[in-house]
């Protein structure tokens, strides 16, 4: 459903679920949650439970569903992260709609000798610069996982290049508790101490969990640790449907609603009003190769649809858009990244990540980076919608001009061309013999060509000198472990 009267706002609504449908998926993980159960293997977070009312047998922990309700009550429906300089915030609440790139891919699409190799060194530095020029990006990501450092520490190292090379806010991750410590030295030394990094986080902290009802040890011990300091946390996770979850959409909603809320009740005992979002990726598997498929129609489906949840339980949602299952940037890419990222959009979703991912979140692209840029500038316009009213009728103008006359020469109409009229950056509205003037390039050589162009001139805010210094001095510190 999607509905374009939204009083009061220009923004399109789309709904795959009804209020009622909501209803009856969350009835249903309330009761997955109390009579199946997920395993918690942690010891303080079990505990936690325990003391709560949770029943407890080893590893699985059954929580009743008063426990849920409570948890979602002091849960916030919002919270901030910070820009690195703290001049402004972007907001993580339902219909706020933040596009950022993902991380981890194994390998890195080489810009400049065009190559298909391990991500190293350099890399989350030139994904964080391009995505500080790209304009509707909003917050930064690594995009790859670097190959050529001690693998335990990589987290580390990214986010010593993001934080150096682009002032939007940051989603870190890590493998461990050491990890995350190390990061957070580091965000605190760009904003002067841990005072004014709790006041104004920078960064979030992102983690995942698994399915079938699966948290980690490891997960929930960052879940932990985020709460006690109230830093953003993103709870991301979902299976693969038919695989670790029922072929059906509503299985797959049901098993991915029920672990991610079993984190928002550990989240929520430890530090009542703790700052959490939860994410779902639920994409089907080729049945042809056992893959998942990044790139199918029902992974955006089954995403808008878990946005529905999210807004009937007032949590902030992470999905996911902006990703291929292509190995290059060609027509397949744009196909996908634009299903996703409209999909994304209408549904409200206030944190997108994954923009730039192709061959099924194995390689990272700046190309697609910049491509899916242009694809959410388009959206955007979109989702502006219709503005019915007085002032947007301009009657008094018709009248004014009347029959058979024009408008370009009206000053009212030049005030109003570049809102209400979009204007491409990268994609050709040009008479074809212009076109040929210009050198007649394809879209993908033209984003290759504004790849290239931010690599080669933008220079992000620089950090200070005693930022940079206290920075140096981390990674030198764990290089000497």
């Known amino acids: 459903m999607i509905d374009a009267r939204k009083a009061g ?3 399109l609504l789309f709904r795959v679920l009804s209020h009622e449908q909501c209803g009856e998926l969350y009835k249903a993980t309330l009761q997955c949650l109390e009579q199946v159960g997920v395993q918690v293997p942690h010891a303080e977070a079990k505990q936690l439970l325990l003391e709560a009312g949770a029943e407890v047998d080893g590893d699985i922990v059954w929580i009743p569903r008063g426990l849920v309700k409570d948890a979602l009550a002091v849960a916030p429906a919002s919270f901030e992260i910070w820009s690195r300089d703290q001049q402004w915030a972007m907001p993580v609440a339902m219909d706020k709609i933040n596009f950022g790139p993902g991380l981890t891919n194994t390998y890195f699409h080489d810009p400049h000798s065009g190559e298909r190799r391990r991500t190293r060194r350099g890399d989350p530095a030139m994904t964080a610069r391009v995505c500080d020029a790209l304009e509707q990006i909003d917050y930064v990501i690594g995009l790859g996982l670097i190959d050529d450092v001690p693998s335990d520490l990589a987290p580390v190292y990214e986010f010593a290049e993001l934080i150096a090379n682009t002032n939007k806010p940051i989603l ?3 493998y461990g508790i050491d990890n995350l410590e190390l990061i957070d030295r580091m965000a605190a030394a760009v904003v002067g101490g841990l005072e004014p990094l709790r006041e104004r986080p920078i960064y979030g902290v992102f983690a995942t969990y698994q399915s079938p009802l699966v948290n980690t040890e490891e997960d929930l011990a960052k879940l932990l640790w985020a709460a006690e300091r109230n830093m953003p946390f993103i709870y991301m996770g979902g299976p693969i449907v038919g695989l670790t979850s ?3 959409g509503a299985g797959a909603l049901v098993l991915a609603l029920a672990v991610a809320l079993s984190g928002v009740v550990v989240t929520q005992l430890k530090q009542p009003g703790a700052p959490i979002a939860v994410g779902g990726l639920s994409a089907p598997a080729d049945l042809r190769t056992s893959r998942m ?17 999210c807004r009937y339980l007032e949590l902030p949602f992470m999905g996911t858009a902006g990703a291929s299952e292509s190995k290059l940037l060609d027509s397949q890419a744009a196909i996908e990244s634009t299903v ?3 999909f994304s959009a209408l549904s409200g979703t206030p944190l997108v990540h994954d923009l730039g991912f192709l061959d099924c979140a194995e390689l990272g692209s700046l190309a697609l980076l910049v491509m899916t840029d242009e694809i959410i500038a388009m959206i ?6 219709v503005r019915v009213n007085a002032e947007a009728i301009m009657l008094d103008l018709i009248q004014q001009v009347g029959p058979g006359g024009h408008f370009m020469a009206e000053a009212s109409s030049a005030k109003r061309c570049r809102r209400g009229i979009w204007v491409p950056g990268l994609m050709d509205r040009d008479h074809h013999a212009i076109w040929e003037q210009k050198g007649g390039k394809s879209m993908e050589e033209r984003v290759v060509q504004r790849l290239r162009q931010i690599l080669e001139t933008h220079q992000p805010q620089p950090l200070s000198p005693i930022a940079r210094q206290q920075i140096a001095s981390i990674l030198a510190e764990i290089t000497a472990q």
Request: aromatic share 12%; glycine share 12%; hydrophobic share 45%.
């Open 246 to 248: 029922p072929m059906t």
């Open 9 to 11: 706002a220009e923004t």
């Open 293 to 309: 498929a990044y790139g199918a129609p029902e992974t955006s489906l089954y995403g808008a649809a878990f946005a529905d949840l």
């Open 380 to 385: 955007r316009r979109i989702m502006r919608g």
């Open 172 to 174: 870190a991750w890590g």
């Open 340 to 342: 996703q990222l409209v």
